[in-house]
T-cell receptor
Framework: NAGVTQTPKFQVLKTGQSMTLQCAQDMNHEYMSWYRQDPGMGLRLIHYSVGAGITDQGEVPNGYNVSRSTTEDFPLRLLSAAPSQTSVYFC??????????FGPGTRLTVT | GENVEQHPSTLSVQEGDSAVIKCTYSDSASNYFPWYKQELGKRPQLIIDIRSNVGEKKDQRIAVTLNKTAKHFSLHITETQPEDSAVYFCAASKGNSGYALNFGKGTSLLVTP
């Protein structure tokens, strides 16, 4: 099992550009989440999904879109990147109210 | 929104001493409370978790206690070692869902030899 994978590892965007952060898991987990991590702020929940076709907003959803068309994939879309979205992004998945498996993260810089 | 407060933000102990990190939460529906360890540049990794029907859980040198009435939970690390140095995050489930978490802001633990 590859576990939770994220691509790309690093990305630099200009303000106003759009992009998609990819997240995939091969553990057949129903539940997947996106977090962002900023220095001194811990991890903040952006969006989450409880299964294919079902998503909901977390603490900081503005500027981000998600969809869940398959159990395996949960991409995060930045519609119009802003410098405030410079952060490290982690995707996580779990099969029950239990251990969340985190991906390796994507370090995003918006200039 | 739901809040998880974590203290202290930094903690320095000598090798062999104990370390205690405390968290409080505001969502009375939370029923799952994990603790994560994150080393520099790496992903968070679960070290221990506790559910609301349990007051204490122990795994070797690590223990977690939960007081649902007071809405606080704590991480205890005994006989600390230099490799315990990392940032530790507490979290509480978003309502009773369990799979979406609200995190504390982290405690940077330094264990000096």
């Amino acid at each position: 099992n590859a576990g939770v994978t994220q691509t790309p590892k690093f990305q630099v965007l200009k303000t106003g550009q759009s992009m998609t952060l990819q997240c995939a898991q091969d553990m057949n987990h129903e539940y997947m989440s996106w977090y962002r991590q900023d220095p001194g702020m811990g991890l903040r929940l952006i969006h989450y999904s409880v299964g294919a076709g079902i998503t909901d907003q977390g603490e900081v959803p503005n500027g981000y879109n998600v969809s869940r068309s398959t159990t395996e994939d949960f991409p995060l879309r930045l519609l119009s990147a802003a410098p405030s979205q410079t952060s490290v992004y982690f995707c996580a998945s779990s099969y029950s109210p239990s251990e969340q498996y985190f991906g390796p993260g994507t370090r995003l810089t918006v200039t | 929104g739901e809040n998880v407060e974590q203290h202290p933000s930094t903690l320095s102990v000598q090798e062999g001493d104990s370390a205690v990190i405390k968290c409080t939460y505001s969502d009375s529906a939370s029923n799952y409370f994990p603790w994560y360890k994150q080393e520099l540049g790496k992903r968070p990794q679960l070290i221990i978790d506790i559910r609301s029907n349990v007051g204490e859980k122990k795994d070797q040198r690590i223990a977690v206690t939960l007081n649902k009435t007071a809405k606080h939970f704590s991480l205890h690390i005994t006989e600390t070692q230099p490799e315990d140095s990392a940032v530790y995050f507490c979290a509480a489930s978003k309502g009773n869902s369990g799979y979406a978490l609200n995190f504390g802001k982290g405690t940077s633990l330094l264990v000096t030899p």
